[in-house]
Structure formats: structure tokens, C-alpha cells
DNA sequence: CAGTGTGAAGTAATTCACAGCG
DNA sequence: CGCTGTGAATTACTTCACACTG
């Protein structure tokens, strides 16, 4: 559902790119030189199978009747990612949850900068947060402009986050991590949106204490 | 992948339980006394099909040639969710996250009530942060019990998640919310673990800026 | 006749099973 | 021999198409 269906090229599902950063964070918290897709899953939650499928579709990494070695294959996977190139993005919104995530020190790593903060409130504009000084909303698509920043974290209130989410897509960013409780961007096909919305999470979660009343074998799932 | 295949019972797919709160939050938020699955879906961004089916997995809720109507249905959806009866949840981990989502009046709303939060920290306990007073991190078990709380939220340093999500999990908890990076409860078959993880989802956004330099048509994606 | 409810068809993702290779 | 890489089988999910009904 994602990609164009390129010929040459085969697709790659969805799924699979969003468990490629898990095995990377488990083979650069890894001591080991080398690993078996069955330690990699054991790590990540995820089956040997869908391992080895996964890392399949960009290559032949591994060593038969051996396994992957650690630190080739975590470079592989940051290249596949575009993690070997500097990944700068810029977040809109410094109230709790913006300062939150810029004070969190694995959110902002050297794999994906946080490079710029912006708020309308000119009592937050200019003060320190992290790394990055909040500056205010009308620097934005100077900003991402001028860091040639491709990534955008929306973290304002719901009124304002289609807006935002408009501009920032306007100034050159092509992936926007959407944190308000509305869809944004519906009319930006150029944008790849990513929804994370913390109340839907919280009521899907009810369901699953309500339903499994019983022994049913419940289930690990992510995002 | 989900649920026991009961006899009897279809069962629900996990996609459906995850966009059934996407669905209500629309109702809520219409002013409209119908709806149709068309104009549910234009809000939601899904298809009208979509939301057709996922509400027939539960019964016949609709009008033909009409629609739903909107006060009926949320409730009905309440109803499957399991928010037609209190749900509490219980928060342990007051850091810059934690205090983030307790202040989020959003993600603590009458639906899911976040009753209770834990931390370490003495500077912290005792302070009141939106509607709870956090609380020292031996209360854990104790106070789950008492309130009958039934979800956890892990908001930890990845090194004490692990035991935090066995503490709630042995203390009654049957669902859980993990915003550490680091898998939890791997060996609790008796609760729901769905993952958050904030730094994974910067990095997974790395691919599509990077894999999207043509204007291949890029699509918004929940979660 | 407009819009729901639903089997059937199609697509996507996972798991199986095993050949192939170091 | 053990573990990778991969077609084939399975399962899960979505979209289609249309009968049905208020």
C-alpha cells in the first residue's frame, strides 16, 4: 500500500521496515560478534523466519550453518534505513509531550537528529530544551529549508496540527511523526504521515482487558 | 493472531479493534445525528467498506439506504471497547514521559482513567501531577489490587522495565502500554503488551525520506 | 434508490518446509 | 551439520460487487 510497485525493484512490505530499527537496536546493544536469526528474533519478539525474510528482501547478509555478523549487518540496516546519511528533523509544539520527547535522550539520537524545536508561546520561545533552543513558529519553513531538514514531529494541539502539518510539508519535509488526535496532511500525498495516538492506544487496550477474561494466550504486539 | 478461535464467535481481527477508537472519537466529536459509513470513513481515513465491515463483525448497527446514527453507535462501540463499564489504568515511571502523558488531559479522559502513578524518585513522589499524586514504587502491587486496575503504563528507564511490567502483570494488570525501548513480559502469556517506541518510529521514518525521492504516492499510516 | 451488510475475490503478510551452502 | 535463503502453503486483511432493505 505504500510504495509504487517499481518494476525491478520487488516491494517491500511495510511491516518489514518498521521491524528493521528493532533488529538494529538489537545488534548495537549486542556484545556478540554474530548472531543467528533465532537470537535476533529471540531479542525483537519476532520469529526466526521473519528474520531471515525480512533482512532477504535487500540481500544475502548472512553465513549458512552460521548466522549474520553483528556489526556488518547493523551497518547494512542503517544504510538500508538511510541512517548512514545525517537525518535531521524539526519539532513543532514545546508544551509536555514536545519537551518530553526532546528531553529524551533516544528519540533524538546520532541515527536521527531532532535539529530544530518551534512553539507559538512566547514564553517558551527561547528557552532550552535538550539540545535545541525553542524558537518561534513563523522560523519554520525558513529553518527546515535552510537544515535541509526532512522529517517533522507535530506535537501542537489538535486545532492547530493540520496546519502545521500543511506548512511543514510546504518547507520540504517528506515524513511527518504525528502525535495530535487528528489526520493530517489527507490532502499531501507527497508526506508519508505516521499516526501515533496515545488516547486511541489507551482504548484499544480496554478491549483486550475486557475480552480475555479467560486463559486465552494473549499476545506481544507492537506500536 | 490475537484472540482464541473460539467456536461460535467469529473472530475480530486486530486491525478492527485498533480503528474502533478512531471510529468513536469521530462520533464524539460530530455534531451530526447520522452518519454514513462514507462520510465515518472520510473522517477516520478509511474506506467506507472498511468500516462497514469492521462494524458488522459486531452486529447490524446501520439503516439501509440511511446510515448509522451517531449517538447509538458510539455507544455501542463503548460498549465493545469495554468503556461502557470504569476501566482504570496505572502509570509507573514520573519522568519527563510520564509526566507528559499524565498532564495530557486527552490520553487520561473518562473512558480510561489513569487512577494512580508510581516512581523511585523521592523528589518526585508526593507531587501532584495532573489528577494523581505520585506514589512510592513499593505501593505498586497494593494499590493495583485496591483500585482494580486492569492496564499499566510502563514509562521507565529501559533497565527496570522489564521487572516494572512483571510487578503489574503479577499484581493484576491485564493489559500494558510500554514506552521503554526494550521488549517486556516475554514469558506473561496472561497479558496484552502493546509497544510504543518513540525512537524506532523517527528511524522507520528515515526509509520512506530517503526511498521517496520521486513522487511515488506516499500514504498516511496509523501508529 | 441510497447505503448497509456480506459472501467472494483479491492482496498482503506470516509460517512452513526444505534445498543449498559454508 | 546447522543455519540461511526462499518458493509454496497458509493465514490475515482489504476491496469488490451486489443482493437486500428501509
Same mark, same amino acid.
Given at each position: ?13 511495510? $511491516? @518489514? ?5 528493532? /533488529? ?20 525483537? #519478539? ?10 532477504? /528482501?535487500?540481500?544475502?547478509?548472512? @553465513?549458512?550453518?552460521?548466522? /549474520? ?25 514545546? #508544551? ?33 530544551? #535538550?539540545?535545541? !533552543? !525553542? ?17 517533522? +514531529?507535530?506535537? &501542537?494541539? =489538535?486545532?492547530?496540527?493540520? =496546519?502545521? #502539518? ?6 520540504? !519535509?517528506?515524513? +511527518?511523526?504525528?502525535? $495530535? ?5 489527507? $490532502?499531501?500525498?507527497?508526506? !508519508?504521515?505516521?499516526? +501515533? ?9 480496554? /478491549?483486550?482487558?475486557? &475480552? ?5 494466550? $494473549? ?5
Amino acid at each position: 500500500m505504500s510504495q509504487v510497485p517499481s518494476p525491478g525493484a520487488r516491494r517491500i512490505p511495510d $511491516a @518489514t521496515i518498521r521491524r528493521l530499527p528493532a /533488529y538494529l537496536r538489537a545488534l548495537e546493544r549486542s556484545s556478540l560478534s554474530r548472531m543467528t536469526s533465532g537470537e535476533l528474533g529471540q531479542l525483537t #519478539g519476532f520469529s526466526s523466519e521473519q528474520v531471515r525474510k525480512d533482512l532477504a /528482501y535487500f540481500g544475502a547478509f548472512g @553465513t549458512r550453518g552460521v548466522g /549474520y555478523e553483528v556489526p556488518a549487518l547493523a551497518r547494512e540496516i542503517r544504510r538500508i534505513l538511510g541512517l548512514d546519511r545525517e537525518v535531521l528533523a524539526v519539532l513543532v509544539g514545546a #508544551g509536555h509531550l514536545g519537551t518530553a520527547l526532546l528531553r529524551y535522550s533516544q528519540f533524538s539520537s546520532q541515527d536521527v537528529q531532532v535539529a530544530a524545536a518551534f512553539d507559538v508561546d512566547p514564553r517558551v520561545v527561547g528557552t532550552t530544551i #535538550g539540545r535545541v !533552543v !525553542v524558537e518561534p513558529l513563523e522560523h519554520l519553513e525558513e529553518r527546515v529549508q535552510e537544515l535541509g531538514a526532512r522529517i517533522g +514531529i507535530v506535537a &501542537v494541539p =489538535a486545532g492547530a496540527a493540520n =496546519a502545521v #502539518g500543511e506548512r511543514l510539508t510546504r518547507a520540504g !519535509v517528506r515524513a +511527518i511523526l504525528n502525535f $495530535a488526535p487528528v489526520t493530517i496532511c489527507q $490532502a499531501c500525498p507527497e508526506v !508519508v504521515v505516521h499516526n +501515533i495516538d496515545l488516547a486511541l492506544e489507551l482504548q484499544a487496550l480496554a /478491549y483486550f482487558v475486557t &475480552v480475555t477474561p479467560d486463559k486465552s494466550l $494473549a499476545v506481544e504486539r507492537d506500536l
